[in-house]
């Protein structure tokens, strides 16, 4: 596709299930960034890898929240234990390999409901 | 610590007016800039860019103007239309290629 993708788009969760979310970056963006957006605010960075390695993880809210990208194109976001407050919009961004930082391609990004 | 944040929460515009967006920021060694647009159930896509060199820079419609003296940024839309209905959001990366952080954004509503 031409942008970057996210799936599934929506998910509910009960308390305590355990949820992955996918990101597939456009080809050739080796950058690839998780943010959480809370309704009514604005992104907040998780984590962020350079090909398949995590650069920066110090935005992951606990040790409930892990990510990969194996082979340094498809990032999963995963979140164990689930809990109300983390009921958001888990946004994916990748950046092309010349562009700076602030050139960031977005999802739709995956709503996520805990009930 | 970085802060960047915006003035009002939601701004109303006739169609055809022009818009501006106000952001301030707290980070006086930040050096560059960048406005988003978020539309309802979309992630936010990239408008226009600056950098502390420069104090205005103008895109399609959009101009954005930087004053370091008082930490302010602000994004004027001319001729605003329908589509320009969304949420605006002022980021600043906090140095190099580190994450960008969001303001909590203006949501502008235009009115037909």
């Known amino acids: 596709g031409a942008g970057v993708s996210q799936s599934p788009r929506y998910k509910v969760a009960k308390r305590g299930q355990d949820v992955a979310l996918r990101c597939d970056p456009i080809s050739g963006h080796v950058s690839l960034f998780w943010y959480q957006q809370a309704l009514g605010q604005g992104p907040e960075f998780l984590t962020y890898?350079?090909?398949?390695?995590?650069?920066?993880k110090s935005g992951l809210p606990s040790d409930r929240f892990f990510a990969e990208r194996p082979e340094g194109s498809v990032s999963t976001l995963k979140i164990q234990r689930t809990q109300q407050e983390d009921s958001a919009v888990y946004l994916c961004?990748?950046?092309?390999?010349?562009?700076?930082?602030?050139?960031?391609?977005f999802g739709p990004g995956t709503r996520l409901t805990v009930l | 610590g970085e802060s960047v944040g915006l003035h009002l929460p939601t701004l109303s515009v006739q169609e055809g007016d022009n818009s501006i967006i106000n952001c301030a920021y707290s980070?006086?060694?930040?050096?560059?800039f960048i406005w988003y647009k978020q539309e309802s159930g979309k992630g936010p896509q990239f408008i226009i860019d600056i950098r502390s060199n420069m104090d205005k820079r103008q895109g399609q419609r959009v101009t954005v103007l930087l004053n370091k003296t008082v930490k302010h940024l602000s994004l004027q839309i001319a001729a605003t239309q329908p589509g320009d209905s969304a949420v605006y959001f002022c980021a600043d990366p906090v140095s190099g290629n580190t994450p960008l952080v969001f303001g909590k954004g203006t949501r502008l509503s235009v009115i037909a």
């Open positions: 890898f350079q090909n398949e390695a995590q650069l920066d």
């Open positions: 980070n006086s060694a930040s050096d560059y």
């Open positions: 961004a990748s950046i092309p390999p010349t562009a700076g930082v602030g050139e960031q391609f």
